[in-house]
């Protein structure tokens, strides 16, 4: 079935009009779905400025929108300087690895670099138990 | 609910040779495909998850699965 095509273009509107924007389940308050839920946890985590789209109220005709746009059918989407970046799991991925923070312009958050790894006590010779006297 | 095993053909059929694996993560409609294929090779992310996702499209559409995760690689040499 075709996208509406009114819908299609105010979603086309949307997307050039906000640097990032995300299609999801909910609102960024009331998160209805883990997976988007976790997008706009990694949004926070950057400390972008975003649009969010609530899907709910016309999710099969946001599907067919979104299929002809970018040939993606599920929720969350997130969009950047007007191109899909991808799901949860690619949005996960690319924040691990850094990539995210660059498409979104933002500095990479230092709590999301890899831990340092923990020191290791010197090992020196163990004491020795109190002799027992007597 | 989703047939895994079905899953898992249909993957294979759309990325012939490719190595798939379907897994279960939660009442048999939230799923995570783990897909090692070569034609993955020098295609971004993105698209890569669309091979995977277009290939089991009809599954999403009759409601059978609600979330799918995808883990891709290319084969180990």
Redesign the interface.
Known sequence: MAADPQLKQKVQELIAENPVLLFMKGTPETPRCG?SMRVVGVLEQLGVDYGAVDVLPALGPLREVTTEIS????FPQLYANGE???????VE??LDSGELAEVLGVDQPTEVEPPEPQRILPGGPQQSPPMQLG | MADLAELERMIAVALPGAEVEVLDEGGRDHLRARVAASQFEGLSRLEQHRLVRSAVRERFEDGSIHALSIETATPSR
């Open positions: 997976f040939d993606w059918q599920t899909l970046v991808g799901g949860c799991d690619i991925e690319m």
